[in-house]
């Protein structure tokens, strides 16, 4: 299994979100924190906030991958979410963003997140996978396209 398939769960995955800013789908993603891995949706908040000012988590090509770490968490934890509506997220290509796939990992995190991250940016670099993730009918079908991609790309 996949790095990804070890940390996103189904009930982690936000399909066609509504929100219009960085700042909206942070404290989605902290509240989502609060109400399944009990860690407090300002230490979530805070942590990709800060995390963000010291420089754009966008990739480009309509994806970001923000990430942080968070007290209390005890292992990796992802959250994927498909906005409804494109946002700006000063992305090097200066495209706004859809897709994005938000990792927290523990205070204390080992060099894990940096494999993951890896992970995610080769996964996002597949123009098809991400066409995919955009056209995606629903949770189940998010949820098998980012756990099983590597097995047949």
Request: glycine share 8%; aromatic share 6%.
């Given at each position: 299994?996949?790095?990804?398939?070890?940390?996103?769960?189904?009930?982690?995955?936000l399909?066609?979100?509504?929100?219009?800013?960085?700042?909206?789908?942070?404290?989605?993603?902290?509240?989502?924190?609060?109400?399944?891995?009990?860690?407090?949706?300002?230490?979530?908040?805070?942590?990709?906030?800060?995390?963000?000012?010291?420089?754009?988590?966008?990739?480009?090509?309509?994806?970001?991958?923000?990430?942080?770490r968070?007290?209390?968490?005890?292992?990796?934890?992802?959250?994927?979410?498909?906005?409804?509506?494109?946002?700006?997220?000063?992305?090097?290509?200066?495209?706004?963003?859809?897709?994005?796939?938000?990792?927290?990992?523990?205070?204390?995190?080992?060099?894990?997140?940096?494999?993951?991250?890896?992970?995610?940016?080769?996964?996002?670099?597949?123009?098809v996978?991400?066409?995919?993730?955009?056209?995606?009918?629903?949770?189940?079908?998010?949820?098998?396209?980012?756990?099983?991609?590597?097995?047949?790309?």
């Amino acid at each position: 299994m996949s790095l990804i398939g070890k940390i996103l769960s189904r009930d982690h995955i936000l399909v066609d979100l509504d929100v219009a800013s960085k700042k909206r789908v942070f404290e989605q993603v902290g509240l989502l924190a609060e109400n399944t891995g009990n860690i407090a949706r300002s230490e979530v908040f805070d942590s990709l906030f800060a995390r963000e000012k010291l420089g754009s988590t966008g990739l480009g090509q309509g994806v970001a991958i923000p990430h942080g770490r968070a007290r209390g968490l005890k292992e990796a934890m992802g959250v994927f979410i498909r906005l409804r509506q494109a946002i700006p997220f000063d992305a090097p290509d200066g495209k706004p963003v859809r897709l994005l796939f938000v990792l927290l990992v523990p205070e204390q995190a080992t060099d894990l997140h940096l494999q993951v991250l890896s992970e995610l940016a080769q996964l996002f670099s597949s123009r098809v996978l991400r066409e995919q993730l955009e056209q995606a009918a629903d949770t189940e079908a998010l949820y098998r396209l980012l756990t099983e991609w590597s097995t047949h790309a």
